[in-house]
């Protein structure tokens, strides 16, 4: 696992592939991106192997194509895909998955595009408008599955998905029935918003669609219980993922629904977050506060907007043995709202020049970066030690690893 694919084009030696990368030598003057595929693997495998039906890859939380490969190398088939740019890109990088375009309101020239020239059979909606647009872009198809999107509660999730999508209750059952006369095979999905903390979550959505089912009184051939599974970040300690597949197995077995009705889940941040962090360095320090090279720009959108937390480590040699304290980070650009307000606990003798590695950026944070103001940098490298957090490493090593919890 030495090889990397760096634009730093720096020999193999410089990546330790025990510890991660040589930052002693390799002073990098830009953010370096670590990526861990074994990390990505790993959870591809647990979802394949214990989620209680198919596991469909939601594209958005990480796009990179090398992500892609190793998901699929591990045994995920079937990707969520958004947007026409992300169907050419599947499509592209993995010509035999199955693509299922999940956003309700579509471009009806994406529509075409999937359907006739990438082979996208499945399509999800939340309105008459957005059906007869799918049926007008495909020339009245017959084989497609149609996904329903039902509107549900993100109260449980630390990002909400709920004001913008879904068909409320009073709109579902007309929806449905129409759904069922176009469709080859019927779904209801929904999504409980990202970083879903209880399973919970997952079983109130579950009524919901029950109450449509029942309502509509029409046969449904998939339940998509969508992405929201959660990761590991510092304050936010999710139960173990089986607990979730274990309330949503529970609650799709006592659905009114055929024998033969298939579980679906579309997970990003799970299958992701652990797959990549990023090598920062402090340009300059102002008491609690560290001017660092990435930022709100860079991958730490969530960091800056909704105040999300990363686990951090110093990268020094040696170790500092100094006490952490909270710090608060500036990223590289001339603009107040690239701020991080953390708080970032760090040993309290940081000072610029110094690296620090902030973990658990694999979903979201690499995917939204921009090049604002000349900031930022597509330097990768190739790791194999372990991310600083991780759901599927069991307890010992969870408590082991680096995640600091207030
Ligand atoms: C964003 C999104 C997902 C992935 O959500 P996570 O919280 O990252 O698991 C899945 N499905 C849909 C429709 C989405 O919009």
């Not at 169907?87 to 199955?98: I, M």
């Not at 274990?246 to 992701?272: D, K, V």
Request: charged fraction near 20%.
């Amino acid at each position: 696992m030495a090889k990397h694919d760096s634009a730093l084009g720096l020999a193999t030696p410089f990546v330790d592939v025990t510890r991660g990368i040589d930052i002693a030598n390799l002073r990098p003057a830009q953010p370096v991106t670590l990526v861990r595929p074994h990390a990505a693997a790993r959870a591809a495998r647990f979802f394949v192997e214990k989620f209680p039906g198919k596991s469909l890859y939601a594209v958005k939380a990480n796009p990179s194509p090398d992500l892609i490969r190793v998901l699929w190398d591990s045994g995920v088939t079937h990707f969520d895909v958004a947007s026409i740019a992300e169907v050419r890109l599947v499509s592209r990088t993995l010509p035999d998955a199955t693509l299922c375009f999940m956003h309700p309101v579509k471009a009806e020239e994406a529509i075409r595009e999937a359907y006739f020239t990438h082979g996208v059979r499945t399509f999800s909606l939340d309105s008459i408008e957005e059906l007869e647009k799918i049926m007008r872009a495909t020339h009245d198809a017959t084989d497609l599955t149609l996904c329903v999107r039902l509107r549900v509660s993100s109260e449980h999730s630390k990002l909400s998905l709920a004001a913008k999508f879904g068909a409320a209750p009073a709109e579902a059952k007309a929806l449905l029935f129409a759904a069922r006369q176009a469709a080859d095979a019927l779904g209801i999905c929904f999504h409980v918003g990202s970083q879903a903390m209880t399973p919970e979550a997952y079983s109130e959505a579950m009524e919901r669609v029950r109450a449509a089912i029942v309502e509509a009184a029409v046969t449904v051939d998939v339940i998509d219980v969508g992405g929201g599974f959660p990761s590991v970040y510092p304050g936010m300690e999710p139960p173990v993922l089986e607990a979730y597949f274990e309330t949503i197995h529970r609650a799709f077995e006592s659905l009114p629904i055929s024998y033969s009705a298939e579980l679906w889940a579309e997970p990003g941040r799970a299958l992701c977050a652990e797959y990549s962090s990023l090598i920062v360095r402090v340009e300059k320090r102002r008491g609690g506060e560290l001017y660092i090279n990435d930022g709100a720009y860079g991958a730490l959108f969530d960091a800056a907007h909704i105040g999300w937390r990363f686990p951090v480590r110093l990268l020094r040699e040696p170790e500092s043995n100094v006490r952490d304290m909270p710090f608060s980070f500036y990223g590289p650009t001339c603009d107040d709202l690239d701020h991080m307000a953390g708080p970032f606990e760090l040993p309290a003798d940081v000072q610029a020049g110094d690296y620090i590695e902030i973990g658990m950026l694999g979903a979201y944070g690499a995917a939204m970066r921009t090049a604002f103001n000349g900031f930022g940098s597509d330097e990768t490298v190739i790791v194999a030690d372990e991310p600083m957090a991780s759901l599927y490493m069991g307890d010992a090593e969870r408590v082991a690893s680096n995640v600091v919890t207030l």
